[in-house]
């Protein structure tokens, strides 16, 4: 059975730094590169960063560049998100989510639960 | 690669047809392999998304046919043949065939 769980979200200042975690089970986790996507209160989804499998490819939305690092360890089948000066804009649920590998004709759906980040004074 | 949906709402009676539109920017037509890399979602409030369609007009096990897709380069649309209560959800695309994907804004459709 497949499983992605997020943990880290909470409430924080803007300029101040988080961490989330996301803890796969179900596949093989370094098959596969992992994205990060999040959903502001009542807005639609906005693909947020992809790592590649082994973690040497990374690439971002342009307005997170520079401020959140995504990152993995596979011995730990754990997916992260580094985020630093955050902003009032960056409150969202964040999820987690294996989406396959398109350039190799595979499309998968497994998604977390999401965690909650809001960015507040 | 800026998706673009329509309408941004819609209503539809029960039993009746849905039709949403998707657009890209540039096309996700990837001519090698003749295939769109676009994939259509549904979210229910409180869940994460659920593929619905892939490659535009591929059914995911467990999906309804009543759902299905057309469309290729720039322009899709996602059709609901016979809306049921349970459909009632927010839709979006998503275009895979860039490095950084991207999602259309959204589609709610709800009874009327």
């Known amino acids: 059975q497949v499983q992605l769980v997020e943990s880290g979200g909470g409430v924080v200042q803007p300029g101040r730094s988080l961490r989330l975690s996301c803890v796969v089970s179900?596949?093989?986790?370094?098959?596969?590169?992992m994205h990060w996507v999040r959903q502001a209160p009542g807005k639609g989804l906005e693909w947020v960063a992809i790592i590649s499998n082994d973690g040497s490819h990374k690439y971002y939305l342009e307005s997170v560049k520079g401020r959140f690092t995504i990152s993995r360890d596979n011995s730990r089948n754990t997916l992260y998100l580094q985020m630093y000066s955050l902003r009032p804009e960056d409150t969202a649920v964040y999820y987690c989510a294996n989406l396959g590998d398109p350039s190799a004709g595979l499309l998968l759906d497994y998604w977390g639960q999401g965690t909650l980040v809001t960015v507040s004074s | 690669f800026v998706m673009t949906q329509s309408p941004d709402s819609l209503a539809v009676s029960l039993g009746e047809r849905a039709i949403i539109n998707c657009r890209s920017s540039?096309?996700?037509?990837?001519?090698?392999?003749?295939?769109?890399?676009l994939g259509w979602y549904q979210q229910k409030p409180g869940q994460p998304p659920r593929l619905l369609l892939s490659?535009?007009?591929t059914r995911e096990s467990g999906v309804p046919d009543r759902f299905s897709g057309s469309g290729s380069g720039t322009d899709f649309t996602l059709t609901i043949s016979s809306l049921q209560a349970e459909d009632v959800a927010v839709y979006y695309c998503l275009q895979y065939y860039d490095t950084l994907f991207s999602f259309g804004p959204g589609t709610k459709v709800h009874i009327k």
């Open positions: 540039q096309s996700v037509l990837y001519n090698p392999n003749n295939k769109n890399y």
């Open positions: 179900g596949f093989t986790f370094s098959r596969y590169g």
């Open positions: 490659w535009a007009s």
